[in-house]
């Protein structure tokens, strides 16, 4: 079995930002930034501003929250509030407010999106290694036996107490990074800081604009290999992309066997979607769309985005497996095509009149 390819190590950056020496200039800002690995991948967050402590106190703030948020929502951890509700024996467990807080939020997007984001799936995921990152591929009955022991129905939550059935686990995986992001952002904006950039694995918030105002500058990991594929223009928006390129395997068979699982058949998502990039204000939104959006394939994707996107406010980059591109009208005129990507075939998705 070959070993979970994980770039991220490498290109940290499924964004690659395209930022550093055209950060833009109204006063004396300057730019400070904070690396460190958290969450299970490497988060680099970067402030501009005038006064170097500000900044500073800003950065570490936010990194603690970040620590503080992992602690409490770490999946192994046996201090962690989910470790508690995934081991509490079918009783009611009280936890952290921010954790009934995003439960409660995963809840309703698994219902929203129709079980395509399955916040219970955790017992599956372990069947095919990635938890660990000793992939297997299970045989269909013990998936089966497993998918027994998921649904998002039946957690339950009264306040903040959650209760699990026995066997049953809970896993923040795709929606903990962007709402952990959420507040890192709120963290640096009650600092005072008006202009910032949170990457989180490839994933990004920014705090308003450039310092000069205009709007940031991002590149578009390309699924296919490695460099950008395109490039968009946002202030005060999240980016996040999920794909399984990311994080795979290849299996004896030969086959490629990637991290994101549609819960409808315990297996890894294969529907000819290549990645899907989720633009929103929040990161939570962001996070929980593009992990749902993907499994649910190109075409339930955009209905879902017809039929949510006022409500919602989103807007979705999708590129398919045959090198096309699908993007919703209303960042159209933001995204820009790379130059080498030219083959790439671009076609706007716009909302129901
Ligand atoms: P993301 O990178 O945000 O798309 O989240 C993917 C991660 O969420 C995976 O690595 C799994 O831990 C978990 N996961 C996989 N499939 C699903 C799913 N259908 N619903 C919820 N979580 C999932
Ligand atoms: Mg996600």
């Given at each position: 079995m070959i070993a979970i390819n994980r770039r991220l190590c490498v290109w940290i950056l499924s964004l690659s930002l395209i930022l550093t020496s055209c950060a833009g200039r109204k006063g004396?800002?300057?730019?400070?930034?904070?690396?460190?690995?958290?969450?299970?991948?490497?988060?680099?967050?970067?402030?501009?501003?005038?006064?170097?402590?500000?900044?500073?106190?800003?950065?570490?703030?936010?990194?603690?929250?970040?620590?503080r948020l992992e602690a409490l929502w770490s999946v192994t951890d046996e201090d962690s509030d989910i470790y508690a509700v995934n081991h509490g024996g079918g009783r009611p467990v009280t936890v952290q407010e921010e954790t009934a807080q995003i439960i409660q939020f995963a809840l309703e997007m698994a219902e929203k999106t129709d079980g395509a984001l399955e916040p219970t799936l955790y017992p599956v995921l372990t069947a095919w290694g990635f938890t660990k990152e000793e992939n297997q591929i299970p045989s269909l009955e013990?998936?089966?036996?497993?998918?027994?022991?998921?649904?998002?129905?039946?957690?339950?939550?009264?306040?903040?107490?959650?209760?699990?059935?026995?066997?049953?686990?809970?896993?923040?995986?795709?929606?903990?990074?962007?709402?952990?992001g959420d507040r890192a952002v709120q963290v640096i904006e009650k600092a005072g800081i008006t202009s910032a950039l949170l990457d989180i694995g490839g994933n990004i918030q920014a705090v308003g604009?450039?310092?000069?105002?205009?709007?940031?500058?991002?590149?578009?990991?390309?699924?296919?290999?490695?460099?950008?594929?395109?490039?968009?223009?946002?202030?005060?928006?999240?980016?996040?992309?999920?794909?399984?390129?990311?994080?795979?395997?290849?299996?004896e068979d030969g086959v490629r066997y990637g991290h994101i699982i549609d819960p409808a058949t315990g297996c890894p998502v294969n529907n000819g979607l290549a990645s899907v990039t989720v633009i929103a204000k929040e990161g939570r939104l962001c996070d929980a769309l593009s992990t749902s959006l993907f499994v649910m394939g190109l075409e339930d994707a955009v209905s879902y985005w017809k039929e949510h996107q006022e409500e919602q406010i989103f807007d979705v980059i999708f590129v398919t497996e045959d090198q096309k591109v699908y993007l919703t009208e209303r960042i159209k005129d933001r995204f820009n095509l790379q130059k080498d990507c030219r083959e790439m075939k671009i076609h706007v998705i716009e909302a129901e009149k």
């Open positions: 004396r800002e300057e730019a400070y930034s904070s690396s460190f690995f958290a969450m299970d991948t490497y988060m680099t967050f970067t402030v501009y501003d005038e006064d170097a402590k500000k900044a500073q106190s800003a950065l570490r703030q936010a990194k603690e929250e970040i620590g013990q998936i089966d036996r497993l998918l027994e022991r998921v649904g998002y129905e039946r957690v339950l939550v009264a306040g903040d107490q959650i209760t699990l059935e026995e066997g049953m686990m809970l896993d923040l995986g795709a929606v903990g990074k962007g709402s952990a604009g450039k310092p000069d105002g205009s709007d940031w500058r991002l590149g578009l990991r390309s699924p296919f290999g490695e460099g950008i594929f395109g490039t968009l223009q946002i202030s005060d928006r999240s980016v996040v992309t999920s794909g399984n390129y990311e994080r795979y395997f290849i299996g």
